[in-house]
């Protein structure tokens, strides 16, 4: 393992500070999207959790997306109270998750970012979310993913 990228180590030690119980799989690197990755994992592309971070204004927000799903901004905007959600700009992104668009975990971020979780994610016994690097995920599950980032449930479409 001393050849694991340094945002991998960083999100396993964060992890399991935490507590999370899940495995971390590095994925080929053509796995990109979260149907190539539920295709790699063996898993439907629902139950993959894409981490989206949002700009509010100069204020992340991040959310846990079920990959069967699209964000609907205006709606979610709505839901969280804010004024709007703007894509973020990846340096955005890397300043406040410490980490790469592709590859952003729901922990293991400099600050706390207000989370938020897509309800559709509670349908699955185990969930698989980026593990801070493009090639890395982690299964998890619905309650500890909310226990460990103490996102709040919402829907997003």
Excluded: Y
Excluded at 12 to 40: K, N
Excluded at 109 to 125: E, G, K, M, Q, Y
């Amino acid at each position: 393992m001393s050849s694991e990228h340094p945002a991998i180590t960083s999100f396993r030690d964060d992890l399991h500070r935490r507590g999370g119980t899940g495995d971390v799989v590095i994925l080929p690197d053509s796995v990109h999207t979260a149907a190539l990755a539920a295709e790699a994992l063996g898993c439907e592309v629902g139950a993959v959790a894409n981490s989206l971070v949002f700009d509010t204004g100069g204020t992340p927000a991040l959310i846990l997306t079920s990959g069967a799903h699209r964000v609907d901004t205006a709606k979610v905007a709505d839901r969280i109270g804010v004024e709007r959600l703007d894509r973020a700009s990846p340096a955005f992104v890397r300043q406040h998750t410490g980490q790469v668009i592709g590859g952003v975990s729901p922990l293991d971020h400099p600050a706390p970012v207000p989370t938020w979780i897509d309800s559709w994610l509670r349908r699955f016994d185990v969930v698989w979310a980026a593990a801070g690097h493009p090639a890395a995920v982690f299964s998890t599950t619905f309650e500890e993913l909310v226990a460990m980032t103490g996102a709040s449930e919402i829907e997003v479409d």
